[in-house]
């Protein structure tokens, strides 16, 4: 199968080894991988802050860069719900009905990771090998908008060598939230170190998530405690081998 990357901001500028590791994991199992150069935001951080005007040129360069594709996949449950549920009603509150239709028939090809894994490729155990202690966050934007429910925890049951933990309130948010963690920092902290005492508490050397904006989030507050728990990305794991 050929599938176009969709890398996301965040993995472009600052976690690049989850999108390389997308792509490591796909060719290891037989797909055509390709990385359209035209592509930039999704535009979710312009939506959820109240810029909808603003985020309309980035929904109409996502149609035109991903259009010739038939599958997209993003190693973010976040942005995959962004492109799925806003970009229809962004053409559409600008008045382009043409556009709507567009987008909304592009993300009905637009998956998270595990998504095009477990229901479009059919593959459940990708053959990968990582001898180590996890415990698995599932973000609020992958369960509440994607609904990947609970295709990331089946493929990590499949890995090799490693020991799966569960996580305390696991579906409780880290209190990232984009922009909620700057305009709201001190209920975020606290969310956060909620999270980070579950994480603590299962004894996991690694605390893995499917999207890295809340890796970073958890990340960050796991470092500044002096914690030994490190933060991988699920495409990281998937793909070792």
């Given at each position: 199968?050929?599938?176009?990357?969709?890398?996301?901001?965040?993995?472009?500028?600052?976690?690049?080894?989850?999108?390389?590791?997308?792509?490591?994991?796909?060719?290891?199992?037989?797909?055509?991988?390709?990385?359209?150069?035209?592509?930039?935001?999704?535009?979710?951080m312009?939506?959820?802050?109240?810029?909808?005007k603003?985020?309309?040129?980035?929904?109409?360069?996502?149609?035109?860069?991903?259009?010739?594709?038939e599958?997209?996949?993003?190693?973010?449950?976040?942005?995959?719900?962004?492109i799925?549920?806003?970009?229809?009603?962004?053409?559409?509150a600008?008045?382009?009905?043409?556009?709507?239709?567009?987008?909304?028939?592009?993300?009905?090809?637009?998956?998270?990771?595990s998504?095009?894994l477990?229901?479009?490729?059919?593959?459940?155990?990708?053959?990968?090998?990582?001898p180590?202690?996890?415990?698995?966050h599932?973000?609020?934007?992958?369960?509440?908008?994607?609904?990947?429910?609970?295709?990331?925890?089946?493929?990590?049951?499949?890995?090799?060598g490693?020991?799966?933990?569960?996580?305390?309130a696991a579906?409780?948010?880290?209190?990232?939230?984009?922009?909620f963690?700057?305009?709201?920092?001190?209920?975020?902290?606290?969310?956060?170190?909620?999270?980070m005492?579950?994480?603590?508490?299962?004894g996991?050397?690694?605390?893995?998530?499917?999207?890295?904006?809340?890796?970073?989030?958890?990340?960050?507050?796991?470092?500044?405690?002096?914690?030994?728990?490190?933060?991988?990305?699920?495409?990281?794991?998937?793909?070792?081998?």
């Amino acid at each position: 199968m050929r599938i176009a990357l969709f890398a996301t901001c965040l993995a472009d500028t600052l976690f690049p080894e989850a999108a390389k590791a997308t792509v490591r994991l796909l060719e290891r199992l037989g797909h055509e991988v390709v990385f359209p150069f035209e592509q930039t935001c999704c535009g979710q951080m312009h939506v959820n802050t109240g810029y909808q005007k603003d985020a309309l040129p980035l929904v109409k360069r996502y149609v035109k860069t991903f259009s010739p594709y038939e599958v997209i996949v993003a190693p973010s449950g976040s942005c995959v719900g962004s492109i799925r549920h806003q970009h229809a009603l962004v053409a559409s509150a600008a008045g382009e009905a043409g556009l709507a239709a567009r987008a909304e028939d592009l993300g009905a090809r637009t998956y998270e990771l595990s998504e095009l894994l477990v229901d479009v490729l059919r593959v459940e155990d990708v053959g990968a090998y990582y001898p180590h202690r996890v415990t698995y966050h599932p973000t609020c934007h992958s369960l509440r908008m994607t609904r990947v429910g609970d295709k990331p925890l089946r493929l990590l049951r499949n890995v090799r060598g490693m020991e799966l933990i569960e996580l305390p309130a696991a579906e409780q948010c880290c209190g990232f939230g984009g922009t909620f963690s700057v305009k709201n920092a001190e209920t975020s902290a606290a969310m956060l170190a909620d999270k980070m005492t579950a994480i603590e508490s299962t004894g996991a050397g690694v605390c893995s998530a499917g999207d890295a904006s809340c890796l970073m989030h958890i990340g960050g507050g796991l470092r500044r405690r002096d914690s030994a728990v490190k933060t991988v990305h699920l495409a990281e794991i998937l793909a070792a081998t």
